[in-house]
Structure formats: structure tokens, C-alpha cells
């Protein structure tokens, strides 16, 4: 029988693959770093002293909810310091610390992303720096959720008093309920909120006005008083156990969210000695 001659293989090599597989994250992020050069600088000890100088400065608080990120890499609640304007390789703005911010891994990976590839405006400040000293008596009522505040508010305010209250400026923009509205309206809500703020330091009809802010450490109540200068700080010392019974009889609220957030401004809470007004609800 005749030999059979050898074969040469009829596929030639296949040419290397353009890009990477979806899913290969670490050939995306090589990519990535191969055509972006600037991503080499997050991991220098510059970046590393400047991530922990923005951490500190924000009290490992999230700048867009006010939450605490006390979690660790990757959990929802890790702190990422991002950048409010893209950099997109401007050193300038890339190290500018005024251009950072701590929000919480879940806020980064959702909402942040989500302006990044719509364009749309980043969220408004929860300490614009551009305040000004009330004209009118304003007294800022502080405390834990559930804790009474709003109720204190309205028990307090004249007729001709304004009222400031974050939940009551989503709900109203939003329709939905007072304690339980979608956090894609805390921008425009923020947005009105230090437009009323703003509009404390010109002249106005309200006689008075009363802000309500949860605000559990002293630096941020200090921060609040250097810029509006309150005839008054209040703080509700309500206890834990007597926000969480608040809580329960408010049937708009998402009981474990607000739960976590109690326990987290009692965890959180400093007083002021001889600064602040402190009010215990019996």
C-alpha cells in the first residue's frame, strides 16, 4: 500500500487577539495601564498620603449619603476616594485635593460610574463652602434618625419660620414617601436644600429658620456653625433603643437601612462641651 505522504497543517497560527475576553479583568486592566499612564500614579506613596489626608478630612464618610465606610475592600461600604471632575490624566486635577471626595464603594460603582458615561453633573455638595453667615435667627437641629427632629422642628417654628429639611425636600421633589425615596433624588434635592441654605445670608420674609441635619461628629457641627452662624446647635440625645421604637411606627421607613444608620451615629457621636444645646427626650 503506498505510505501515506505527511500532512501540512492547513490552519496557519491564528494572529493575536485584539483587546481582551469580557470578563478578563486583568487583561482589561493591563490594557488599560499600557494606554493609560497615569494610572501608575495611584500606586505611589504620594497618592497613598493624599487618599488617607482625603479619608481623614471626610471622616471616612460618605460625601454623596452620609454614610459611614467603615467596610473593607471590595464591600459596599469600603471607602473609594474619587475624583468629583474627571482628571483624565491632568495632573493638576488629578492631586488636587480640592477635587476629591470619600464615597462608599457602592456609591462609586453605581452612581459615580453612572455620571461618568452619561455626562451628567456630579452630585451637589453636602458642605457647600460658598455659605454665609445666616441674617435671620436659624437654630440647626441635630441628632440620630428617628430621633425627633423634625417633629421638634414643627413643634418650634412660627408660621413665618422656614424649614429646612433634606427628607422633605426629596419627598416633595420626588412624590415618594418622606423616608424611603430613591437615592437618584438626593442630587436635586441637595441642590435645593443649599439653594434654601444660600438663601439664608439675603433678605427674606421668614421671620426664622430651622435646619435639620443629622450631623453626629463635632467637627462637622463646628464646620456648620463657623459658616452659618446659628443662634443655636440642638442636639436630641435620643437613645438608641427609643429611635429604634421611633422608627418602627413610621411604616415609609426601610427598617434595617435605618437601624444601621441609628447604630451608626451613636457609634459615630461626639459631643461639643458648653457648645452645644443638648436636649435628652424623656
Known amino acids: ?90 495632573p493638576s486635577l488629578f492631586w488636587d485635593i480640592d477635587n476629591l471626595e470619600t464615597v462608599t464603594k457602592a456609591v462609586h460603582d453605581s452612581v459615580v460610574q453612572r455620571e461618568e458615561k452619561s455626562g451628567q453633573p456630579k452630585f451637589a455638595s453636602l458642605f457647600p463652602k460658598w455659605l454665609k453667615p ?6 440647626i437641629v441635630c441628632g440620630p434618625p428617628a430621633s425627633g427632629k423634625s417633629t421638634y422642628a414643627a413643634q418650634h ?58 450631623e453626629p461628629t463635632a467637627a462637622r ?7 452659618l452662624k446659628p443662634k443655636a446647635i440642638i442636639v436630641l440625645e435620643t437613645p438608641e433603643a427609643q429611635c429604634l421604637a421611633n422608627a418602627a411606627k413610621d411604616a415609609d421607613r426601610i427598617q434595617k437601612q435605618t437601624a444601621d444608620a441609628i447604630v451608626s451615629w451613636w457609634f459615630r457621636y461626639e459631643p461639643r462641651a458648653g457648645a452645644d444645646t443638648i436636649l435628652r427626650p424623656s
Open 1 to 90: 500500500m503506498p505510505r501515506l505522504a505527511n500532512l501540512k497543517p492547513q490552519l496557519s497560527s491564528l494572529a493575536p487577539r485584539l483587546g481582551y475576553a469580557p470578563g478578563d479583568e486583568k487583561a482589561r486592566d493591563k490594557q488599560r495601564a499600557s494606554t493609560q499612564h497615569w494610572r501608575a500614579w495611584y500606586k505611589t506613596a504620594r497618592w497613598e498620603r493624599l487618599r488617607q489626608e482625603v479619608l481623614l478630612r471626610d471622616l471616612y464618610t460618605c460625601q454623596r449619603t452620609g454614610v459611614l465606610c467603615r467596610g473593607k475592600s471590595p464591600a459596599p461600604d469600603s471607602p473609594v476616594v474619587n475624583h468629583k471632575k474627571p482628571h483624565l490624566g491632568d
Open 221 to 227: 457641627r463646628d464646620w456648620w456653625h463657623r459658616m
Open 157 to 214: 417654628a412660627g408660621p413665618a419660620d422656614l424649614v429646612i429639611d433634606l427628607d422633605v425636600i426629596a419627598s416633595q421633589l420626588s412624590g415618594e414617601p418622606l423616608h424611603s425615596w430613591d437615592d437618584r433624588w438626593l442630587h436635586p434635592a441637595l441642590l435645593k436644600r443649599n439653594d434654601l441654605l444660600g438663601s439664608l445670608s439675603r433678605p427674606t420674609t421668614y421671620r426664622a429658620a430651622w435646619f435639620i441635619v443629622s
Open 134 to 139: 445666616s441674617a435671620i435667627p436659624l437654630t
